[in-house]
């Protein structure tokens, strides 16, 4: 390559960059959004040749790998161990919800399933650059809510990178055989297990070691240079580049000096990373942007709903105020960094067209653009709707938001025991609903292939094969979902025992009472139908009443079933009966009227016992 190529190329990226920069900082908008107009000018306005294009490739896979390998430096997991309780609750309400989202809605715009995982996958972060820059300016929250804020986004890092791993396969899967898949896949889990089992004990150790003994200079060219060659390796079992970078950043987020590594790679970065921007930048075409507005606009809507319904039941359900609740999660609706990392890497793969790129990329411009307008005057609206509210509608909500401070209330006024037992059962509930997500995610995926399959080798049609992967689809959720529901009853009573004197006992909510008086089964059933019917599948709503109609049947004559064997237990209930008034003669002669086999009397004559006229069986 001639080095004026290169010179020119930086010369005319880096200025560009930062005049862009320098513009929107007058109107406080961080400099990332300088560093995307940049290179969407270039794209639009500007011929470059193709040794300059070569130029911006490298640099930009440098600056991605140097973005994430900072990114893995500032998550220390010791730390969050100790400080992320609550931050952990709110990433496992929000991170699931987020990904669902865009797998359901994704159908909406077009997309099919696995271009609605990835856009689920992309919703799922926020930015922490543009996050913390318009708090800053904002001087909203408390530094503890800025703090628990910051730790959400830093789970949504690493759950968006767990998706990334996951799905990156995926993407180059129409490249490989079965067994290629299956392999590589493989080789995927045992990287990352490797990485994090061995790498966070033994890295920590030797970055200490080193620098005890060599200056900040040399400290600073090994680290960089172990983050480059893990980038390496991840390339080789199939990963992204940037997977590798932000393990490794991980490894030594722990260490002694990490902070210190950070700050003196902060230049290097910063210049790598306006590389890598301008490059996601330059992939944008205005025609295709102006082209498409309304799905850019429908892409912004369903982000900042889905984003702010999702952060604010995260903080809520982890015992936050709703007002609390509100004002944190207008803070986040702001996509982060790994939507462009995310979509990018979609595009490189073909898994995104140019338009549905250009759409999602716009989409997140946008949502930093407008997050200081969205975020600004959050609770002031909430305090109006909250004045304003219709009585009945107010009251529905001091209800609900009742019932949950009765909730914990109860868990706190419990013993030990019941608490963990509580506890227990609400880790189970979580593991479900994630178990559920999974579920559905893989027959999402795997459905048509099923189908196609099984059309292949045994006949019949597709439209058979669909409804039957679609009835396997609703057994397969109808186990942790049942298992769901029993936890959720199960929590109640326990907390609604230990809390007698507490909010709950003052607020009577029907529409809780009813689900607790209402057959597991049937619930469960309702939820996994409810279930089918909004995922995409490629069927229409014929052929879901179809599997409605068989598991109803199925509904029925398990129902059947328990209706006869409640009818035995039934016929051993005396409950109804005056037992103080009765002596022991017709407490006898009660239980003998309601058994007619002579072996069952035995049995139950044997489990009699009268002690000072007191009755029990």
Known sequence: MDET???????????????????????????????????????????????????????????????????????????????????????????????????????????????????????????????????????????????????????????????????????????????????????????????????????????????????????????????????????????????????MGMMIASSRKSKDINHDIEPMKNIFMAMFFISVGMEISLVTLIDNIGLTVALLILFVVMKSLAVFLGYWLANDTPRNSVSSAVSFLAMGEFAFIIAKQALDYNVFSDTIYTSIVGAALLSMVTLPFISKNATRHYDYMYERLPDGIMNMFKKINATKVAFYSGILNSPNKSRREMLSSVTMSYICILLLAVIEIVFILVAPTISGWAFTYFGGSVLLWSITVLLINLFALYIPTYTLIENIKDIYRKANTSNADSARGNVRFTVIDSFLMTHTLLIALMIDITILIIMPNGLDIWEHIVVLAIALVILLVLNKRSLRKRAEQDSYDVEDEDFNNMDTDSFKALVRSKVSDPLEEEKVESVVSIDSGDMTR
């Not at 998706?163 to 490989?176: E, K, N």
């Open 5 to 247: 190529v290169l010179l020119v190329s930086l010369a005319l990226f880096l200025l560009l960059a930062a005049v862009c920069s320098i513009v929107f900082n007058k109107i406080r908008l961080p400099p990332l959004i300088g560093y995307l107009m940049a290179g969407i000018i270039v794209a639009n306005f500007v011929s470059i040749s193709e040794e300059q294009m070569d130029v911006v490739d490298i640099l930009s896979d440098m600056g991605l790998t140097m973005l994430m390998f900072c990114i893995g430096l500032e998550i220390n997991l010791k730390k969050l161990r100790k400080q992320g309780v609550f931050a952990m609750k709110v990433a496992m309400v929000e991170i699931p919800f987020m990904v669902l989202a865009g797998t359901i809605f994704g159908g909406l715009f077009g997309l099919d399933s696995f271009q609605s995982l990835c856009l689920g996958a992309v919703m799922a972060g926020s930015s922490t650059a543009v996050v913390l820059g318009v708090l800053k300016i904002q001087n909203r929250l408390e530094k503890d809510r800025i703090d628990t804020l910051i730790l959400v986004i830093i789970m949504e890092d690493i759950a968006q990178v767990i998706v990334l791993s996951m799905i990156t396969p995926l993407m180059a899967g129409s490249a490989l055989d079965a067994g290629g898949l299956a392999a590589m896949v493989v080789s995927i889990i045992a990287f990352m297990a490797a990485s994090i089992i061995f790498g966070v004990r033994l890295m920590p150790r030797v970055i200490n070691w080193v620098s005890d003994n060599v200056s900040s200079e040399v400290l600073v060219l090994f680290t960089v240079g172990l983050a480059f060659g893990m980038a390496l390796l991840a390339s080789y079992v199939g990963l992204s580049v940037a997977i590798g970078a932000f393990l």
